[in-house]
C-alpha cells in the first residue's frame, strides 16, 4: 500500500516510514511474490532476446554461405560488415544476392545501405 501510494519514494524511505527493518520485509510473502515476477519477467525478456539474437546469427551465416558461393571467398571486414547487419537488412541481402553476378554487386549492395 504504501508503495502505491508514495511511487516517487525509493524502497529504503518506505522502509524508514514504516518503521520496518529492510530484512524483514524481504521475507514476507508479498516482496517474495514481487521477485518471483520480476524473475519471470526478466526470464521471458531474455528468451525473447536469445531467440532474436538466434535468429539474426542463423540468418547472417545462411546469407554468407550463398554470398560465398555467388561472388566468392569473402573478406573478414566484408564478413564483419554483414555480421553486424541488423535482421531487417540481412534479409533484404539474401534476397538481393539472388540477383548478384559477382563481388561487385555486393560491394554496391553493401554502400547503399551505408
Known amino acids: 500500500m ?3 501510494r508514495f ?3 525509493t524502497e529504503e524511505q518506505i522502509m ?3 518503521g520496518i527493518p529492510r530484512e524483514e520485509i524481504r521475507h514476507t510473502r ?3 511474490d514481487w521477485l518471483a ?3 519471470q519477467e526478466g526470464l521471458q525478456e531474455g528468451l525473447q532476446e536469445g531467440r532474436q539474437e538466434g535468429r539474426q546469427e542463423g540468418e547472417a551465416a545462411v546469407t554468407l554461405r550463398q554470398l560465398n558461393r ?3 571467398p569473402l573478406s573478414e571486414v566484408t564478413t564483419a560488415q554483414i555480421q553486424a547487419l ?3 537488412e540481412l ?3 539474401a534476397d538481393a544476392l539472388l540477383d548478384f553476378q559477382g563481388p561487385a554487386d555486393l560491394t554496391a549492395w553493401l554502400a547503399a545501405i551505408s
Open 86 to 88: 541488423p535482421l531487417e
Open 7 to 9: 511511487p516517487q519514494l
Open 30 to 32: 508479498a516482496v517474495q
Open 91 to 93: 534479409e533484404a541481402l
Open 37 to 39: 515476477e520480476g524473475r
Open 16 to 18: 524508514v516510514i514504516a
Open 70 to 72: 555467388r561472388c566468392g
Open 2 to 4: 504504501l508503495v502505491q
